[in-house]
């Protein structure tokens, strides 16, 4: 409980960031998927790798914000709390990811679990939408749920690496991206 309290703040962030993203991620997915699978499929990593920015530039600034307090001794060093608050952030998508993968397991065996697997499908194309051109691209190719879903994991993946990246580079004061430069009159 203790951790959600602390990382509230940065969790609400990532979430308000994750349903804009996917928004992005949606218009991109349907002005690029009548336009060929090649196409899609530079457009996912497009909208995956600006994702990926905006978390890193998010967390950079909370490590940047907690410097002091880690160099004075006052708050530990755990770049794994960026990890967990970015995970907790992207739960609701790899639950439905999970749902999804299960679910394909018994679409032959029960007509509950063919409606799971449809409805769950559907749905990770609005949730997960940065990585929908991912998952069509590789759907069309081997139709495989398992490789789906994998496929689909590399967005949370992603964004808690490069949640947890940022804010190591912040608490350290380390800037990889420019920074922004302030004109004092």
């Not at 006052?74 to 970015?86: E, G, M, Q, V």
């Amino acid at each position: 409980m203790k951790f959600f309290k602390e990382n509230s703040s940065v969790i609400a962030r990532l979430i308000i960031t994750h349903i804009g993203m996917s928004v992005f991620g949606l218009v991109i997915f349907l002005a690029t998927n009548q336009q060929g699978d090649n196409v899609m499929l530079i457009a996912s990593i497009a909208s995956l790798l600006f994702y990926g920015v905006i978390a890193y530039t998010t967390m950079w600034e909370y490590g940047s914000k907690d410097k002091p307090a880690i160099d004075a001794g006052r708050l530990d060093y755990k770049p794994s709390n960026a990890f967990l608050s970015a995970l907790v952030a992207e739960l609701v998508g790899v639950i439905i990811i999970l749902v999804y993968l299960i679910s394909s397991f018994y679409i032959d065996a029960f007509e509950t679990a063919k409606q799971i697997y449809a409805i769950s499908y559907l749905v990770l194309y609005v949730v997960q939408s940065c990585a929908s051109g991912f998952m069509l691209f590789f759907h069309h190719l081997y139709e495989n749920a398992l490789i789906n879903s994998l496929c689909l994991m590399i967005s949370p993946l992603l964004i808690c690496i490069c949640s947890m990246a940022g804010y190591a580079l912040g608490a350290k004061g380390i800037h990889i991206l420019p920074e922004k430069k302030i004109n004092k009159k």
